[in-house]
């Protein structure tokens, strides 16, 4: 009689610890980390508007500054799906994706987000790197194509 005692003792001593609070206390963040992006934080926020329209890019050509937090404003103004791939110009950068866009990550952080006909999705972010960044659409026969030159 005293084993099934010591047993259900032990469980309940196993639960107990299973479910005990964790201590809350986090690491803190080294120095170089890459800044968190808030939707709801606009202050200094360069806002640049991409129209999705006719399968065309509109502008052809996006100009955004380095180390300046940017919106990217993805407008699909037609009635088909479209996307906004940009190859690797976010791989290892922290961004945060707002709208009716279906984001999609892969293992170096953000690939692409695809926005439904008449959507919008929008992306924060912060670029480090000058140069020149080509992004497309890659749905099936859309050619779709244009540039972010990050000054």
Avoid at 4 to 25: D, E, K, N, V
Avoid at 108 to 130: C, D, M, N, S, T
Wanted: aromatic share 6%; glycine share 8%; hydrophobic share 45%.
């Amino acid at each position: 009689m005293l084993r099934p005692t010591l047993l259900i003792t032990g469980l309940l001593l196993c639960a107990g610890l299973a479910w005990a609070p964790q201590a809350s206390a986090e690491p803190p963040l080294p120095a170089d980390s890459p800044p968190v992006l808030s939707p709801n934080d606009v202050a200094s926020e360069e806002e640049v508007i991409v129209r999705m329209q006719g399968r065309k890019f509109i502008p052809s050509t996006v100009r955004i500054h380095a180390n300046q937090k940017t919106k990217l404003v993805l407008q699909n103004q037609d009635v088909e799906l479209h996307a906004f791939v940009p190859g690797t110009l976010f791989d290892g950068i922290s961004l945060n994706v707002v709208g009716n866009g279906a984001p999609e990550f892969g293992e170096l952080g953000f690939r692409k987000v695809i926005i439904p006909g008449e959507g919008v999705a929008e992306l924060r972010f912060i670029l480090r790197q000058p140069g020149r960044y080509p992004f497309i659409c890659d749905m099936p026969g859309h050619e779709m194509r244009a540039t972010i030159v990050v000054e």
